[in-house]
């Protein structure tokens, strides 16, 4: 499967926070005739559409032979409306499952004509929209398959997302802002280096390392045994750093919805 996608047009969309995001725009790529039942599959915390793919095949969870599965981009993670994308509009505001949620609802409804979905399912992340969709849309599906996820984002989650914000930023000598907050100077935007993104995101690589597997996992050394690392610095380097190395990459293969 391939990397590309379309996006669709929110025009400016005002966010449940109070602020805006000025021509928004929600990223989303389908699989399967849109005549079969609805799978809406939201991303996760630093997933691309194409990360979503996993679960999608001929002989997978997801069959787009049965299904038409819909695959939508969180805000903020570099093919929706990003700070990536967007860089005049500094800060970049507060986006809430709830305005995702939203987006993601016109986006089937207006733009893909789905009435009714079979399912709406997501991973971490996209398991905190599937309980929004719940909420917000409780007869617009039949049933939601949240995994690996939770409806709140802990007080726990924020402390360890506070570390890896913190690792970021370090890469540029830059301070926390707080929880949920950006930066401390936030008055002062500049565009990062090059040494600093890379230092930065290789620091997010090795703090979330330690989120990524679980104690067993190292202690059996299974990165050497199930994955084929020659060593724990392999694996280090070779995976986290290069998983956090990717995020940063941006795709030259979004087409808008008014060519199609």
Known sequence: MSA????YSLGD???????SIPQAHIAYKTYGDPSNP???YPSWYSGAIQDNEWL???NKVLNP???????TALFGNGQSSSPSNTPDLKPFPDVLFHDNVRAQHELVTKKLGVRHARAVLGWSMGA???FQWATQYPD???LIVPFCGSAKTSLHNQVFLEGVKSAVLGGRQASSGGICKGEASQGSYRTWTEDERVVGLKALGRVYAGWGFSQAFYREKLYESALGFKDLEDFMTNFW?????SKSEQSPLAVTDEQH
């Open 4 to 7: 590309e996608y379309e996006t």
């Open 38 to 40: 609805a799978i809406i």
């Open 128 to 130: 905190g929209q599937t």
């Open 65 to 71: 032979q049965k299904y038409f599965i819909v695959v």
């Open 140 to 142: 617009f599906m039949d």
């Open 13 to 19: 969309f005002a966010l449940k926070s109070g602020g």
């Open 56 to 58: 999608i095949g001929e």
């Open 241 to 245: 750093e290069a998983w956090a190395l």
